[in-house]
């Protein structure tokens, strides 16, 4: 039989949250990913969850007291933060949160977590006052300072019943974010304090109350620009159309349907930004009038639409003097860097994504995406096939190089 050992090992530990259950799942799925998982747990934490629960699930046993060990003189903190590739605590409590930005080592989790010269990860978990707290707020910064990862937390329903900031990520978000730092390190946070706007899915425009003119669109390539903008420092307005996936934590969303109100959302939140994506596949045509009641068949032998253009919203920001940073999306069926290149000068865009269409296994609404992206300083970068994730790095690495090529870059 085949028993590769695993390439990493990443050091869980689990503080005293109700979220602890869901803590569960996370180790599930990073064994399946063949990562070995060993869990140190607070006493706190044992109160919710039972180290056996753990040890079941990770296949070692957990280490919840600092003297519980059976080989002292191997002094179990040490040898795990030798072992370790990366420490993710979660949840993380507001309690354990403060003693790791102070330093305070006082049980085996903490002490285990000065130790380690890993890259770390923290996603908090409490009651929405807890999390605003001054006290708590400054200790985050001071972890973020430090180069810890903050992860979310997300908005929502909490334990109490109460609804706001302060929910743990989603088991997957969490393990995706242990994976991207596992294969690429820590993110640099190069877009620190920028105001990212991107754009996203397709546009629904109405021909009667009930039937839409829209695009195969997914949304995914606009969601995983703005997922890697946040993770990159970004604070993030996804603005999108009808899509059925569930929005990037730690990003303000605002949903939209009809290419107007895509346009009057965008030009509004792009005032305030430094950078625009526009990833949204955004209907050019729009039907001139919208029917009153649904249209029978039997109304007519054919149905003629009437359609008139919609906002140019690249080009409207375009001529905007002293605007943000536009990154354009161009998706062709043919002379696709040619005409790219065109709509580049034309709508006066920094970077256009060059994106082929009608490719099955890629682009619109597929998982996958290859594109090249050109920029006004004859930059021309080719990505992919990769997944849509990707992509999206690469596509902000070519606009950071963008950035210093044309002298506008501050990181
Ligand atoms: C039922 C229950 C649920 C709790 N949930 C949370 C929580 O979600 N987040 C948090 O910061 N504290 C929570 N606490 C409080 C912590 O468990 C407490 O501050 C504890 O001292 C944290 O210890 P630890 O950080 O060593 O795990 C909860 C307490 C109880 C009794």
Not at 179 to 195: A, D, F, H, I, V
Not at 289 to 301: F, Q, R
């Amino acid at each position: 039989m085949d028993e590769t050992p695993p390439v990493h090992t990443v050091v869980l530990a689990v503080t005293g949250g109700i979220a602890a259950y869901k803590v569960c799942e996370v180790v599930r799925r990073l064994r399946d990913h063949d990562i070995a998982v060993r869990v140190a747990m607070t006493r706190a934490a044992t109160q919710l969850v039972g180290p056996t629960t753990f040890a079941a699930l990770s296949g070692h046993r957990v280490i919840t007291s600092l003297w519980e060990d059976p080989h002292p003189q191997q002094i179990a903190h040490v040898r795990w933060a030798e072992s370790c590739d990366l420490f993710c605590v979660a949840p993380a409590t507001a309690g354990f949160i403060a003693k790791m930005a102070h330093g305070i080592a006082d049980d085996f989790a903490s002490t285990l977590h000065l130790a380690v010269a890993a890259p770390v990860l923290v996603a908090p978990a409490m009651e929405d006052d807890m999390f605003r707290s001054p006290a708590v707020q400054r200790n985050l910064d001071t972890l973020r300072r430090r180069g810890v990862q903050v992860l979310g937390p997300g908005t929502g329903a909490l334990a109490s019943g109460r609804h706001g900031p302060g929910r743990m990520l989603e088991p997957c978000h969490i393990v995706e974010a242990v994976l991207r730092t596992l294969e690429s390190g820590p993110p640099q946070r190069w877009l620190e304090g920028k105001r990212v706007v991107v754009t996203a899915g397709p546009t629904w425009e109405a021909i009667d109350p009930i039937r839409v003119l829209t695009n195969r669109s997914s949304g995914r390539m606009g969601y995983a620009m703005a997922d890697c903008a946040r993770d990159l420092g970004a604070k993030v307005v996804l603005v999108t159309g009808p899509t059925a996936l569930m929005p990037p934590w730690g990003v303000v969303v605002a949903s939209v349907e009809t290419a107007e109100q895509m346009a009057s959302a965008t030009l509004e939140r792009a005032a305030e930004a430094d950078i625009v994506v526009m990833t949204a596949a955004v209907a050019d045509f729009t039907p001139g009038e919208v029917a009153a009641d649904k249209l029978k068949k039997s109304d007519a032998g054919s149905l003629r639409l009437d359609l008139v253009p919609t906002t140019d919203i690249l080009a409207e920001l375009g001529r905007r003097e002293g605007g943000p940073l536009l990154v354009g999306f161009a998706a062709e069926t043919r002379a696709l860097e040619e005409s790219a290149r065109g709509k580049l000068a034309d709508k006066r865009c920094d970077l256009m994504v060059a994106n082929r269409v009608g490719e099955p296994e890629l682009g619109i609404g597929a998982s996958r995406n290859a594109v090249i992206v050109l920029d006004r300083l004859e930059g021309r970068v080719e990505l992919g096939p990769a997944p849509k994730r990707q992509i999206s790095t690469g596509i902000w690495n070519a606009v950071r190089d963008y950035r210093r090529r044309a002298g506008i870059a501050d990181d």
